[in-house]
């Protein structure tokens, strides 16, 4: 048997043409936006783009508030944004340090955060 070209060949080309990306459905042009503008609003019904930034959430590179009908904001945990509805819109924002010392902390709770000599 004779094959088609002279190399071997283990990709299968798909019939149809190919969509192009959009930026704003890529997790990486979501982040990039975010950390740039510091927040993004994202309207209720956007289901792709709550998808992703939830993704981005899992992994500490974004942090959800869910918008309520009054105007405050409510943090989401990544588990809650998850199952959250698409009633209300979202505003993704980029995360401040997991581990932020406050002043205004007490020296107790200051403490638990020291660095230990080895």
């Known amino acids: 048997m004779e094959s088609r070209s002279s190399q071997p ?46 993704r981005l959430t899992i992994f500490g590179f974004v942090v959800i508030d869910e918008m309520q009908a009054d105007g405050t904001a409510r943090r989401l945990r990544p588990s809650e944004a998850i199952h959250a509805s698409m009633a209300c819109p979202w505003r993704v924002s980029k995360p401040t340090s997991r581990y932020r010392i406050d002043d205004e902390w007490s020296k107790s709770d200051s403490e638990l955060f020291a660095a230990l000599q080895a």
Request: proline share 7%; no cysteine; glycine share 6%.
């Open 9 to 54: 060949t283990n990709v299968i080309r798909f019939p149809g043409a190919r969509s192009s990306v959009n930026p704003h459905r890529d997790q990486r042009s979501l982040m990039d936006a975010v950390y740039a503008a510091g927040s993004l609003p994202i309207e209720a019904g956007d289901h792709a783009t709550k998808v992703m930034a939830t």
